[in-house]
């Protein structure tokens, strides 16, 4: 190794080793990243805690039974709201004969009626 | 005191039973069985309600229909029709008539005739007003009973007839019977 070169090498290492002043800007572009950084980490924390809750058996099984219930009373509800006008008409059938029933019996109440007392007006002008 | 109890239960008890509502006794209902055809026809409240809700409000008659059965509180049929004649006892229709023989019920029609047509017409009455209507139609090869349960008036009634084809019913033809009569 020449003096030259000794020269050479402590000029590089000068020069590198020389203080420099950050680029514009720096300080807030590092401080803005450990805060993103940071927001991100305590939002999975906060998740973390709320699906852990579901590691414990019985929150998992009641949980699930909710949903389950909810998804068998939704489908009956829903059955019934289908099959309620067929039935509705089959009950206003039922409701319209009934009443032709009634009518029908009440109208031989009245010829029953009609009839004994025109038999007995006859009878009394034979007297 | 224990006098006194049986006493009030005594009077209590009569009442209780007048206000009861009528039942179809178990030997009527068997008769099902024997009928060549039948009717059946079970109708409280709610499910008077309900089914009138499907009563059409453009169709007149239909909607003096949902005007009729709006009070009532209730509509009970049972028709049986026999193939040949002695399908069913006098005693399964005394089962009925004699329920109406408590308070509260006048029989306005009751007729009897040789070739077995036997009608029994029966209002309830509460406070003089119509309250219900029982009809009993024994005929040689049916038997029929109707039970209208609820306020209705006779003009009311009068509407029950004239629909559906049948000719209406004039409530001035039926006669004034007295309170209590019976045969």
């Known amino acids: 190794m020449t003096v030259n070169d000794d020269n050479r090498m402590e000029d590089a290492l000068r020069d590198a080793l020389c203080r420099r002043e950050a680029p514009e800007g720096f300080a807030e572009r590092v401080l803005a ?25 019985l929150l998992r099984w009641t949980a699930l039974a909710a949903v389950s219930t909810a998804l068998i009373v939704g489908g009956i509800e829903y059955r019934q709201l289908q099959r309620e006008p067929a039935e509705g008409e089959v009950a206003k059938q039922q409701l319209i004969l009934a009443l032709r029933i009634a009518s029908s019996k009440l109208q031989l109440a009245k010829s029953k009626v009609q009839h004994s007392q025109d038999q007995n007006e006859n009878q009394e002008e034979k007297e | 005191m224990k006098k006194l109890s049986w006493l009030i239960l005594s009077v209590v008890l009569p009442v209780l039973a007048g206000a009861q509502d009528i039942k179809i ?3 009527v209902e068997k008769l099902s069985a024997k009928a060549k055809e039948t009717v059946e026809v079970t109708m409280d409240g709610p499910m008077l309600r309900w089914a009138s809700k499907f009563l059409s409000a453009d169709d007149p008659e239909e909607k003096k229909c949902a005007q009729l059965v709006a009070n009532l509180k ?32 006048r029989r306005v029609v009751g007729v009897r005739e040789r070739d077995g047509d036997n009608v029994d017409v029966f209002f309830r009455l509460e406070n003089e007003k119509m309250a219900g209507i029982v009809v009993i139609a024994a005929e040689p090869k049916e038997l029929t009973f109707v039970n209208i349960v609820g306020p209705i008036e006779l003009d009311q009634l009068a509407d029950l007839g004239g629909e559906f084809g049948v000719p209406k019913l004039d409530p001035k033809s039926l006669p004034q019977a007295q309170k209590g009569d019976r045969k």
């Open chain 1, 33 to 57: 990243r450990v805060e993103k950084r940071s927001f991100s980490r305590r939002a999975d924390l906060h998740l973390g805690s709320w699906l852990g809750m579901f590691r414990q058996p």
């Open chain 2, 25 to 27: 006794p178990p030997e």
């Open chain 2, 74 to 105: 209730g509509i009970y049929v049972r028709s049986y029709e026999f193939e040949d004649e002695g399908g069913y006892t006098q005693a399964e229709v005394e089962a009925l008539r004699s329920q109406m023989r408590g308070p509260g019920w």
